[in-house]
């Protein structure tokens, strides 16, 4: 193997850093696998909601009935809609966050990021062997989680669980984006603490876009809802998944060209 290849791809590297994230695989998997099974669950118990709404105020009521009576027209738009735009995107944000906001400021907090540049492999790689290790983690408990959430389905009824699969990719890629972000700030900080803190500040302050309907088509936390598509009916958006790719690839790359020049 020429010494490009070995530089690109380091199999020791990408061990440490499975090591290192191991425990935040087994906390997402069991963390999102038992919010999916209880979430799942709850269908159980659809028909009390309705009669919740009688407690409501009307335009609360009126607000909520149409959202409700989607989510309860099958089994199915039920577990979308309580797993894919809720638990699953949200505590899937927080793993994303947690995962690369750990990426270099915990190897700066720890004192080890000097041994680890010092390495014969360039900084590009090493940032590029954090960032796919990560991204595996991000996945596999994002899809391990999904098809507990499905099973669970499947033992309660019918479920089309194809379009519960599509789903789940558009969300994966969207939370890429997130890890990302995560990534390029980390790079920037000396404690991940700090670095988790800042890019959910600044997620959260960006998530404002997809609450308005101007501004929802610039948020990718609403494309990788998938509303138009899973509630609307329209077509499967590629397009917004080929976009959040590209934003994806821009911010690892941004965080790799910053960390291969920052000074430590």
């Given amino acids: 193997m020429s010494r490009e290849v070995e530089n690109l791809f380091n199999i020791a590297l990408l061990r440490k850093e499975f090591r290192e994230l191991r425990w935040l695989l087994w906390v997402g998997i069991i963390v999102l696998s038992l919010m999916g099974i209880i979430a799942a669950l709850t269908w159980l118990w659809t028909d009390d909601l309705f009669g919740m709404l009688d407690l409501m105020g009307q335009e609360f009521r009126d607000l909520m009935e149409g959202e409700m009576r989607f ?11 309580q ?3 809720k638990n699953l995107l949200q505590i899937g944000t927080l793993l994303a966050i947690i995962i690369g906001a750990q990426a270099v400021a915990s190897e700066v907090n720890r004192g080890s990021i000097e041994f680890l540049i010092s390495r014969p492999v360039s900084r590009a790689s090493i940032l590029i062997h954090k960032s796919a290790a990560g991204a595996i983690i991000l996945s596999l408990a994002v899809w391990v989680s999904t098809l507990f959430v499905i099973g669970t389905g499947m033992a309660l009824g019918s479920v089309h669980w194809q379009s519960l699969l599509a ?4 969300t994966n890629i969207g939370l890429f984006i997130v890890q990302a972000f995560a990534t390029w700030i980390s790079v920037h900080s000396a404690d991940a603490i700090k670095a988790g803190a800042i890019s959910a500040a ?3 302050l960006y998530s404002v876009l997809g609450m308005f309907r101007a501004t929802s088509q610039a948020s990718f936390f609403w494309q990788m809802r998938g509303i138009s598509w899973f509630v609307g009916g329209g077509a499967y958006p590629w397009l917004a998944i080929v ?6 690839l821009l911010l690892f790359g941004l965080a790799i060209h910053q960390f291969a020049k920052k000074e430590y």
């Fill in 202 to 204: 600044l997620l959260a």
């Fill in 71 to 81: 989510a309860m027209d099958s089994l199915t738009n039920y577990l979308w809609s």
């Fill in 243 to 248: 976009g959040m790719i590209t934003v994806t």
């Fill in 83 to 85: 797993w894919h735009p």
């Fill in 167 to 170: 789903a789940t990719f558009l």
